[in-house]
T-cell receptor, first 115, second 113 residues
């Protein structure tokens, strides 16, 4: 079964704090892809990152970083020195050969950054 | 930004009426998707298309049908709308496979009274 769990429903942090959003996935595939999307209050969905299962290197993009650990089936997302513009709902998603051409999205984590 | 538009952006309709939502892309991407977003459920796939006239069901396809007669257009039809279909509907596209990142349209907020 394919499943993505984002256990943190809502998180609030004060501006400039670091915050980590958790994503745990389940899959039987050895090849699969993981994604993060951002949905700001305006409602659009913005693609952030795609990672394949063979690449366990952590990735950093500005204040954003991603930690992929196959051993714990996790693909966590950290925002360093958070800003008010980071306030959004963040979704993790999974795709792979056994997902039937589907993305499986987690239920999202709502992040509020307080000025 | 990927060229994806959805129409209408907002619609209020009554139970039992047919509704068609349109997704239009200018990227010439092969795959197109329809999702619905509901509180507590994230995004769930309704139907997707992997080419002109090639479509398949997603996780929550009951009560919905789709058509794709041109690469750029993907239509979602609610044959007889029900209140449970009140939702925000997103169209998405990906270039050549389901493993590619998907780019989303702005969404359509549908209310069924």
């Amino acid at each position: 079964a394919q499943k993505v769990t984002q256990a943190q429903t809502e998180i609030s942090v004060v501006e400039k704090e670091d915050v980590t959003l958790d994503c745990v996935y389940e899959t039987r595939d050895t090849t699969y892809y993981l994604f993060w999307y951002k949905q700001p209050p305006s409602g659009e969905l913005v693609f952030l990152i795609r990672r394949n299962s063979f690449d366990e290197q952590n990735e950093i993009s500005g204040r954003y970083s991603w930690n992929f650990q196959k051993s714990t089936s996790s693909f966590n997302f950290t925002i360093t020195a958070s800003q008010v513009v980071d306030s959004a709902v963040y979704f993790c998603a999974l795709s792979g050969p056994n997902t039937g051409n589907q993305f499986y999205f987690g239920t999202g984590t709502s992040l509020t950054v307080i000025p | 930004d990927a060229g994806i538009t959805q129409s209408p952006r907002h619609k209020v309709t009554e139970t039992g009426t047919p509704v068609t939502l349109r997704c239009h892309q200018t990227e010439n991407h092969r795959y197109m998707y329809w999702y619905r977003q509901d509180p507590g459920h994230g995004l769930r796939l309704i139907h997707y298309s992997y080419g002109v006239k090639d479509t398949d069901k997603g996780e929550v396809s009951d009560g919905y049908s789709v058509s794709r007669s041109k690469t750029e257009d993907f239509l979602l039809t609610l044959e007889s709308a029900t209140s449970s279909q009140t939702s925000v509907y997103f169209c998405a596209i990906s270039e050549s496979s389901v493993w590619d990142e998907q780019f989303f349209g702005p969404g359509t907020r549908l209310t069924v009274l």
